[in-house]
C-alpha cells in the first residue's frame, strides 16, 4: 500500500512462490534529484585505443587479469526510415506504423531476455554478439551476482551482474557462457523527440514460459536529460526490458512508473554508451534512495577521512540500542568498508529490517564491533 | 481502498506539475500535447473510420441503471453478446441514439465469461468478423464505442493462449541453489508455514515431480488451484522429509515484500473481477476500464477480430478471438446454454461493495474447479 503512494515505483519482481510477482518494491522519493547528469562522455575513440593497448600487453598474463573492456557498440548509423507524421491521420498511415512495428518485433524478439538475479527478476536485452546484455540498475543490484537469461524460446544461459549506475538506474550484465547471441543494434536516444512512436516488451509478472516477451506500443511524451517519459505501460517485471525506436534500435530500458497509465519511465540508451567503461569495469556508483519500510540504522553520519562519523543518534533507534554513540567512526558496516555515507547507504539499502549487522567503529584508540537489529524506516 | 487511490493520484498530479515546470528549464523539455497521446483524441481521430462499421454494432450494457459493460451485436433480429459476469437485473442495453431497450438473458458460457442478450428489434446491423484465425503481434487493434472515434488504441501483445485460472499459493520465496529450488522465506499465515516448511529447506520433488529449477517448482505450484494438496520431498540438514502443504489464495501477509505486483496492476485504474481462467485469448495493450468489455475490437481492415472480456493488468487487456465466438454463438442462441439460475440470483454478488471482489473471487475458482477443461 505504501508504495502506491510514491513518486515512482521500480519494476523488479521477487518470485514469490506461486504468485506472478512481488518483491523489491522501493520508490525513487525524490525523481528529481536521481536525474543528475551522467558523467562526461567517454571519447570513444580514445577508449578504442586504450582497449587495444591494453590488450596488447594484457594477452600473455589474461589468465589473472580481468578480460579486457570492449568498447560500446557504436551507435545506430543515420535514421533511415521514413518520417512519420505528427498524429496518423488516416488508413494509409495507420498501415506505415503497423508494418513497422511487426517489423521491429520480429527483428528484436530473439534479443529480448527474462533475467533472473537473486530472487529478483526482471527483463534485459543483449547488445553485442557476445552477449553483454542492458538492463536497470535496480535489476543489476550490485555488481558480480550471478543471473540467468532466459530467452523466449526457453533456453537458459548463465552470467554475471557487471556495473550499476545507481543514479539513473542503469546497470549492464555479461552471457558468459560462451557463443554467438542475437542482439539488438543501440540507437540514440538524443535524437528522440516527443510523438516518437516506441515500442516496448519485457516480462510482466516475471518470465512465463509460452508467453514470448510482450510488445506494447507508446509514444515519447518527453526526453528530459536523464529519463524518458512514455505512456507504453509497463509493470513489475518489465524492469530492465528494452525500448525500441520504429527502426528496432533500442533507445531506452525500462525503469519505473507513478499512477497513470502515461507515467512510464526508461533510462536512455546514450548514458549505457556514455559510461560504458565504468558500466563493463563493474564500477557501482550512484546513490540509491530510501524507502519507506526498507531498513534503518538510525544514525545521523558526516564524512570523516577514516570512514562515516556519526553526528546524531535517534533516539531509541537500531544503532542506539546496539550500542552505537556519537563520535563513534562508522569504518565497516556487515564486514564492508564504508569510505563515505553514500557506500553507507547503499549497504543499509541491501538489508532488510530485523536484520542483524556487524559494525566495526573506532572510538578514540579502540575498535569495538558491536551488532545492531536494523529497525524499519518509517 | 478508493481514498488511497485518489490519495495517489493527488500526488501524482502534482509531480506532474514539478515536471513540467522542470522541463520548461531542461534542454529537451518539451512535452506532447495529451491530445496527440497514443490514446489521445487526435491518434484516436485516425480510427474513425475503420472503426465505423463496428460502432455501429456496439451498444452499452446497463443494468440496475449503471453501465455494466459494452455489447456486441451479433445478430439482426436483436442478438448481443457481452460479459457474463459484469450482468445483473435489470439489463438494458442503449444504443447511439440513447434509446434503451430492455433485453433478456438467453445462454451464458462460463469459460469465456460470454452472456447472449436478447432484445426486442429486428433492424440491427451485426459485427462483420474477420476471416483469419492468425493474430500477428504488432497488429494494431482499435476497439470500438458508441461515439465516433475508436474508444481506444491498442496493439497485439502475446500470440493466441490460453489463460490459466488463478492458482494456488505455497508462500514461500526461494533461491537457486545446487541440490534444488532452496526456499530463502516463508510467509506468516501460507499454506507453507501451517505445513512446516522452513527457511533452509531444499525442494527436491513437488507432486512427483523433480524440482530442477525454481520454474519447474512454481508451475507445477501454478497448475493447481487454491485448496489443492501438494506433497513436497525436502532436504533438510541431511534429512529428507515428506511434507504434504494446502495451497492458498496470495492473502496472506507477506510484509513489505508483499502483494506490491497486484497493486501495481491496478495503478492506472480498476481491473475486471473476472480477468483469468479462459480456453484462449488474444491479449493487447488497449487500455479498456472492466465496464468497457463486451464490445468489439478491429483490425485497420475494420472486421471485428474478437470481443474484449477482460482489463486483466496495467499492461494487459483480453479478447476472445472471433473464430472461437463464432463457434459458440449457435448453442449461446438456441437456450442450449440457458442460465440455469435467473440473472439476479446468479450474479447478485456482483451488486456488493468492492470488498466483496476477493470472495468473488473465491467463489469463481470453485466454480471453475468442476468443468476444468485442458
Not at chain 2, 354 to 373: A, I, Y
Amino acid at each position: 500500500m505504501l508504495c502506491k503512494l510514491s513518486a515512482a515505483i521500480l519494476l523488479a519482481v521477487g518470485i514469490i512462490f506461486g504468485l506472478p510477482a512481488a518483491g523489491e518494491n522501493f520508490s525513487i522519493a525524490n525523481s528529481s534529484k536521481t536525474l543528475a547528469a551522467a558523467p562526461a562522455k567517454a571519447d570513444p575513440a580514445k577508449s578504442d585505443a586504450a582497449k587495444g593497448d591494453s590488450k596488447a600487453k594484457t594477452d600473455p598474463s589474461a589468465k589473472n587479469d580481468a578480460p579486457p573492456v570492449p568498447p560500446p557498440p557504436t551507435a545506430a548509423k543515420e535514421a533511415k526510415r521514413t518520417p512519420t507524421k505528427a498524429v496518423p491521420e488516416n488508413l494509409d498511415d495507420l498501415q506505415h506504423l503497423q508494418e513497422q512495428v511487426e517489423k521491429v518485433v520480429t527483428l528484436t524478439r530473439p534479443a529480448t531476455v527474462g533475467v533472473q538475479v537473486g530472487s529478483a527478476q526482471g527483463s534485459g536485452v543483449i547488445v553485442t554478439k557476445d552477449g553483454y546484455v542492458l538492463t536497470a540498475g535496480h535489476v543489476v543490484g550490485e555488481p558480480g551476482r550471478d543471473v540467468t537469461f532466459i530467452f523466449p524460446d526457453g533456453k537458459r544461459v548463465h552470467g554475471k551482474t557487471l556495473g550499476v549506475n545507481h543514479d539513473i538506474d542503469s546497470g549492464l550484465m555479461k552471457i558468459t557462457d560462451p557463443g554467438d547471441y542475437p542482439h539488438v543494434e543501440m540507437g540514440k536516444s538524443s535524437e528522440l523527440k516527443p510523438g516518437d512512436w516506441i515500442i516496448v516488451t519485457g516480462h510482466p509478472g516475471g518470465y512465463r514460459s509460452g508467453r514470448p516477451p510482450v510488445v506494447r506500443l507508446g509514444r515519447l511524451i518527453q526526453n528530459r536529460n536523464g529519463t524518458m517519459q512514455t505512456d507504453a505501460p509497463l509493470v513489475g517485471g518489465d524492469s530492465g526490458g528494452p525500448v525500441f525506436d520504429l527502426d528496432g534500435k533500442v533507445v531506452g530500458i525500462n525503469s519505473r512508473i507513478s499512477g497513470p497509465l502515461t507515467t512510464n519511465f526508461h533510462v536512455p540508451v546514450d548514458t549505457f554508451r556514455d559510461t560504458w567503461d565504468r558500466l563493463a569495469k563493474s564500477e557501482e556508483w550512484g546513490e540509491l534512495s530510501p524507502r519507506s519500510g526498507g531498513a534503518m540504522l538510525g544514525v545521523t553520519v558526516e564524512p570523516n577521512p577514516k570512514g562515516c562519523k556519526i553526528a546524531e543518534l535517534t533516539a531509541k533507534g537500531p544503532a542506539q540500542n546496539g550500542g552505537l554513540k556519537v563520535g563513534d567512526i562508522i569504518v565497516k558496516f556487515d564486514g564492508k568498508a564504508v569510505p563515505d555515507p553514500d557506500a553507507l547507504q547503499r549497504l543499509l539499502l541491501k538489508k532488510k529490517p530485523g536484520n542483524e549487522v556487524k559494525v566495526e567503529l573506532l572510538r578514540g584508540d579502540d575498535r569495538p564491533e558491536l551488532k545492531v537489529v536494523l529497525g524499519k524506516r518509517p | 481502498m478508493k481514498k488511497i487511490t485518489l490519495r495517489s493520484a493527488l500526488i501524482v498530479t502534482l509531480l506532474s506539475l514539478t515536471q513540467i515546470a522542470f522541463a520548461q528549464r531542461g534542454e529537451r523539455g518539451e512535452r506532447l500535447d495529451p491530445n496527440r497521446y497514443r490514446d489521445g483524441r487526435d491518434v484516436r481521430a485516425a480510427f474513425r473510420n475503420i472503426v465505423a462499421d463496428a460502432d455501429k454494432a456496439t451498444v452499452r450494457v446497463r443494468c440496475g441503471g449503471k453501465d455494466a459493460a459494452l455489447g456486441t451485436i451479433v445478430g439482426a433480429d436483436g442478438w448481443i453478446l457481452t460479459k457474463a459476469s459484469e450482468l445483473r437485473d435489470p439489463v438494458v442495453c442503449r444504443f447511439q441514439d440513447g434509446k434503451d431497450f430492455p433485453a433478456t438473458l438467453v445462454g451464458v458460457q462460463p469459460s469465456y465469461d460470454l452472456a447472449m442478450l436478447k432484445i426486442d428489434r429486428k433492424d440491427l446491423t451485426p459485427v462483420s468478423w474477420t476471416k483469419t484465425s492468425e493474430a500477428t503481434v504488432g497488429e494494431l487493434l482499435a476497439t470500438a464505442s458508441l461515439g465516433q472515434d475508436a474508444l481506444a488504441m491498442g496493439v497485439v501483445s502475446v500470440p493466441r493462449r490460453k489463460i490459466p485460472g488463478r492458482n494456488g499459493v505455497l508462500g514461500i520465496q526461494l533461491d537457486e541453489s545446487d541440490k534444488g529450488p532452496k526456499i530463502t522465506q516463508v510467509f506468516p499465515g501460507s499454506g507453507a508455514e501451517k505445513a512446516g516448511l522452513h527457511a533452509g529447506d531444499i525442494v527436491q520433488r513437488i507432486a512427483n515431480q523433480i524440482t530442477k529449477s525454481r520454474e519447474t517448482l512454481s508451475e507445477t505450484v501454478r497448475s493447481h488451484k487454491p485448496g489443492d494438496t501438494v506433497t513436497l520431498s525436502i532436504l533438510r540438514g541431511d534429512e529428507t522429509l515428506e511434507i504434504t502443504a494446502t495451497l492458498t489464495l496470495p492473502s496472506f501477509d507477506m510484509g513489505s515484500n508483499g502483494s506490491h505486483n497486484v497493486d501495481q496492476n491496478t495503478m492506472g485504474g480498476p481491473l475486471s473481477v473476472r480477468s483469468a481462467d479462459f480456453p484462449l485469448v488474444l491479449q493487447h495493450d488497449t487500455v479498456l476500464r472492466p465496464i468497457d468489455c463486451g464490445g468489439p475490437v478491429c483490425d485497420l481492415s475494420g472486421k471485428v477480430v474478437g470481443v474484449n472480456i477482460a482489463r486483466a493488468g496495467r499492461v494487459e487487456s483480453y479478447a476472445i478471438p472471433a473464430d472461437q465466438i463464432t463457434g459458440l454463438l449457435p448453442d449461446l442462441m438456441s437456450g442450449k446454454l440457458a442460465p440455469k439460475e435467473p440473472l439476479a440470483k446468479a450474479f447478485e454478488k456482483k451488486a456488493e461493495s468492492p470488498k466483496s471482489e476477493t470472495k468473488l473471487t473465491d467463489s469463481k475458482m470453485s466454480d471453475s474447479k468442476s468443468p476444468e477443461k485442458k
